[in-house]
């Protein structure tokens, strides 16, 4: 059964650095997400994406972020200076198959980004 | 905006036993979808059912089940024969149908034990 992926599964870094977190969606699926989940707490939408363009994002999608589908499968999260807290995780989601009901948002594992 | 509540923060259950799990959510939409995510220790997100606001009759999958008041707006999950393999967090979430990718809003979890 196809499943949305994401690398690294863990992301240590410094304060202040740059991070890119990747995921594959499922294939011919048309929405992405990215969300996130601080520890102990729920989780929480970050923005969508859908032709190409953001189609919604969050208070919490401040300048900070960005988002980009460079290859037409892989879809990234770029973090451009990291604070504490964004530790947290990192969920990314797609949806969309033509076709299917609910547009169900299907879930990768996630990346635990911890910044130090 | 929508917001979905979980008033209990944790839960335990015996085995083979019985449990309900509690959300409300608020919104003025008419049309929209609820769901119940799973969320295990590995963290992954793992959608255990759904159910689409239009339809009276409740969702069913397997041990799982709803009890869908849309009047009352309220969503609770029923778990029967409880297993040690439902120990996880569980998550309420919320959908509107205003696009195709509009994002999911989460409650804040119930963590639930199931004891041998």
């Known amino acids: 059964e196809p499943e949305v992926t994401q690398t690294p599964s863990h992301q240590v870094t410094q304060m202040g650095q740059e991070v890119i977190l990747r995921c594959v969606p499922i294939?011919?699926?048309?929405?992405f997400y990215w969300y996130r989940q601080i520890l102990g707490q729920k989780v929480e939408f970050l923005v969508s994406?859908?032709?190409?363009?953001?189609?919604?994002k969050s208070e919490i999608f401040d300048d900070q972020f960005s988002v980009e589908r460079p290859d037409g499968s892989n879809f990234t999260l770029k973090i451009r200076s990291t604070k504490l807290e964004d530790s947290a995780m990192y969920f990314c989601?797609?949806?969309?198959?033509?076709?299917?009901?609910?547009?169900?948002?299907?879930f990768g594992p996630g990346t635990r980004l911890t910044v130090l | 905006a929508q917001t979905v509540t979980q008033s209990q923060p944790e839960m335990s259950v015996q085995e083979a036993e019985t449990v309900t799990l509690s959300c409300t959510y608020d919104?003025?939409?008419?049309?929209?979808?609820l769901f119940w995510y799973k969320q295990p220790p590995s963290r992954q997100m793992i959608l255990v059912i759904r159910?689409?606001?239009?339809?009276?009759q409740n969702a069913t999958e397997n041990r799982f089940s709803v009890n869908f008041q849309k009047a009352a707006k309220s969503f609770s999950l029923k778990i029967s024969d409880s297993q040690l393999g439902d120990t996880a967090m569980y998550f309420c979430?919320?959908?509107?149908?205003?696009?195709?990718?509009?994002?999911?809003?989460f409650g804040k979890g119930t963590r639930l034990s199931v004891i041998a």
């Open positions: 994406f859908y032709n190409n363009e953001i189609s919604e």
């Open positions: 294939s011919n699926h048309l929405y």
């Open positions: 979430a919320f959908r509107g149908l205003v696009s195709g990718n509009t994002p999911l809003v």
């Open positions: 919104t003025s939409e008419n049309n929209y979808y």
């Open positions: 159910q689409e606001a239009y339809k009276q």
């Open positions: 989601a797609s949806s969309g198959k033509r076709g299917a009901p609910y547009n169900e948002q299907f």
